[in-house]
């Protein structure tokens, strides 16, 4: 369950629900999209506001690491302590990253 202030943080588009995204705290170049991540690489999670993977445990300061990022496949794997998710390139683009 949402709490009332995030529940107050939540913008619809169109039929999807996104969160609105607090300010990124890298300086500037610092970050990246989660789909420009190497394989095998780990980075920390600065800003996600889609709800969907922030329902999977894609949240803001959360460890990951990404285990197939080819770049001829529409998806890619990453690891979140120990889950594994397949996400879809456009969802990763909206996902910023601080490499480790």
């Not at 969160?19 to 394989?39: A, M, W, Y």
């Not at 998710?85 to 969802?91: E, G, I, N, P, Q």
Request: positive net charge; aromatic residues 4%.
């Amino acid at each position: 369950m949402l709490s009332n202030r995030n529940r107050n943080r939540l913008r619809r588009f169109g039929s999807r629900l996104f969160f609105t995204p607090r300010p990124c705290p890298c300086e500037k170049g610092e970050c990246i999209p989660l789909k420009q991540l190497q394989e095998d690489q780990s980075a920390i999670i600065t800003r996600n506001s889609n709800l969907a993977t922030l329902e999977r445990g894609l949240n803001q300061g959360m460890r990951i690491t990404m285990f197939r990022n080819e770049p001829n496949e529409p998806n890619l794997v990453i690891a979140v302590g120990d889950a594994r998710y397949v996400l879809d390139r456009r969802l990763a683009a909206m996902i910023m990253v601080r490499v480790l």
